[in-house]
C-alpha cells in the first residue's frame, strides 16, 4: 500500500490538494485473493475537507467504481457507481463535516489537542457506505519498524455503519445501523508530523497489520 499527496493547485480559483492511494496483491496472496485498488482524493488544503474523491476496486474479480462530489453546505454527496457496465448516479444525505476514507487522517494528524485521552471522531463516506470512526487515544508506546523505531500515540478506534435521512437545509438525521462493523489499533509518531506508524485491523479472517516499511516527508 502507499498514499503521496501532492502540492496546492487551483481550479477556478478553488485551492486544492490531490492524494492519491494504492493497494495491490503481491506474492502468495496474490495467488489466492488478488488486489488492485486506486484511490484520488482532493482535499481543500484549509480544512482537509473532502472536494471531490474517485475509488476504483479491483478485488478477486469484482470490479467496480466510486466518483464522490462531495456538497457539505447542502448535507449532500453526489454519487456516481459503474458495475459490470452499468453506470448508477444517485445522492446521499451526509453530516457537514464528512470526509472520505483517506482525508479523515489528514484531519487527525493536525488536531489541536493530542495526549492520552483524547477522543477522535470522524464521519466517512465514499459512495457506499456513511460510517463513524471514533476512538480514543489510549497511551504511548514505542513501535519498531522497518526504518527504525518510532515513539508513538496508541489509538484504539471503532467503525458503525449509519443510515443517514435528509433534512432540509439541516444536518441529516443519523442512526446506528451496525455497531462495530470492524474495530482497529492505530500508532502515529509522537512528534509534530503524526505520521502513520502501525494499523492492526480485526477482520472476518483475522486481524490485518499494515506497517511503515518507506517514507518521504515533503520539504518545507
Do not use: C
Amino acid at each position: 500500500m502507499g498514499v503521496r499527496a501532492g502540492d496546492v493547485k487551483y481550479k477556478k480559483g478553488q485551492p486544492y490538494v490531490a492524494i492519491a492511494g494504492t493497494a495491490q496483491s503481491t506474492g502468495f496472496f496474490d495467488t489466492i485473493y488478488t488486489v488492485n485498488d486506486k484511490a484520488h482524493t482532493f482535499v481543500h488544503p484549509d480544512t482537509y475537507r473532502p472536494l471531490r474523491s474517485e475509488k476504483y476496486f479491483d478485488e478477486n474479480g469484482d470490479v467496480r467504481s466510486y466518483k464522490v462530489d462531495f456538497s457539505p453546505d447542502a448535507y449532500r454527496a453526489r454519487v456516481e457507481k459503474n458495475k459490470d457496465t452499468r453506470t448508477r448516479t444517485f445522492s446521499a444525505a451526509i453530516p457537514g463535516q464528512t470526509h472520505d476514507m483517506i482525508s479523515w487522517f489528514y484531519e487527525l494528524r493536525t488536531m489541536p489537542v493530542f495526549e492520552t485521552g483524547t477522543d477522535v471522531s470522524f464521519y466517512v463516506y465514499d459512495g457506499w457506505k456513511l460510517s463513524h470512526i471514533h476512538g480514543k487515544v489510549v497511551g504511548k508506546e514505542d513501535v519498531l519498524t522497518p526504518v527504525g523505531w518510532f515513539k508513538a500515540w496508541r489509538i484504539e478506534m471503532q467503525r458503525d455503519v449509519m443510515n443517514s435521512r435528509s433534512q432540509r437545509n439541516k444536518e441529516p438525521i443519523l442512526k446506528v445501523r451496525d455497531k462495530a462493523q470492524s474495530k482497529a489499533t492505530l500508532w502515529v509518531s509522537r512528534d509534530q508530523n503524526r505520521l502513520p506508524i502501525k494499523l492492526a485491523v480485526d477482520t472476518p479472517l483475522g486481524q490485518g497489520e499494515a506497517i511503515l516499511i518507506k517514507l518521504k516527508l515533503s520539504k518545507p
